[in-house]
């Protein structure tokens, strides 16, 4: 089964922020947390990650609570591009251990 | 910038085929996976590697076979092609060993495979 649980579908108005929650409450001291998004017919891309800091590069933020049990990944201006299924994993940094993904959350941008 | 490729955007095979999906990665990555895609089922692990010629069954090995000769090549093998083997196959690779660029710490996919079997 998969570590991580995520809502099953989300919506968010163009230009607002999109707020994704991830529950992770099992993870480990040595386990970061994974973003990544799959759009449509593609394979799934990195977005972001993060220990126990939040973290922010160009496509989003992370924000990862003080107990790390859970985690939001904030598009901060959503555009009909970000329409996608986002998926959160967590996983050791270097690790031969396999990861299973779970359904993520497919966030619709609507105009 | 393609790091993980695919060797076929879309495949069609008829049933009985033997089927070699090739998936190669250019990021010396000691991990490699095979996922199937499906609506409503999410990503399922079929087979990974940790290490040249070793393999570790996934979720749902059965009808697949894979092969690691080289570091940087995983390839499926769907020795007899059924229908319900018509699917989107995702090939993923990841990193053992740190290095210094964090986003290659986690996984790396592939564009896609998708395959219908007739």
């Known amino acids: 089964d998969a570590k991580t649980t995520q809502p099953p579908s989300m919506d968010c108005a163009e230009g607002r922020a999109a707020n994704l929650p991830c529950n992770h409450s099992?993870?480990?001291?040595?386990?970061?947390v994974y973003w990544y998004r799959q759009i449509h017919s593609q394979g799934p891309q990195y977005i972001i990650h993060?220990?126990?800091n939040n973290e922010t590069n160009e496509m989003a933020s992370l924000i990862i609570t003080e107990d790390r049990k859970s985690s939001t990944l904030i598009l901060p201006h959503a555009t009909l591009r970000d329409t996608a299924v986002y998926y959160c994993?967590?996983?050791?940094?270097?690790?031969?251990?396999?990861?299973?993904f779970g359904p993520g959350t497919s966030l619709s941008v609507i105009p | 910038d393609v790091k993980v490729t695919q060797s076929s955007r879309y495949l069609v095979k008829r049933t009985g085929e033997k089927v070699f999906l090739e998936c190669v990665q250019d990021?010396?990555?000691?991990?490699m996976f095979w996922y199937r895609q499906d609506p409503g089922l999410g990503l399922r692990l079929i087979y990974f590697?940790?290490?040249?010629?070793?393999?570790e069954k996934g979720d749902i090995p059965e009808g697949y076979s894979v092969s690691r000769e080289k570091k940087e090549r995983f390839s499926l093998i769907l020795e007899s092609a059924s229908t319900n083997q018509t699917s989107m196959y995702l090939c993923?690779?990841?990193?053992?060993?740190?290095?210094?660029?964090?986003?290659?710490?986690?996984?790396?996919f592939g564009s896609g495979t998708r395959l219908t079997v007739v």
């Open positions: 993923a690779s990841s990193l053992v060993r740190g290095n210094s660029d964090p986003s290659n710490y986690g996984y790396t």
């Open positions: 099992t993870i480990s001291g040595n386990e970061y």
């Open positions: 993060g220990l126990k």
């Open positions: 990021m010396d990555h000691e991990n």
């Open positions: 994993i967590v996983r050791a940094k270097t690790s031969y251990d396999k990861v299973i």
């Open positions: 590697s940790y290490d040249v010629k070793m393999k």
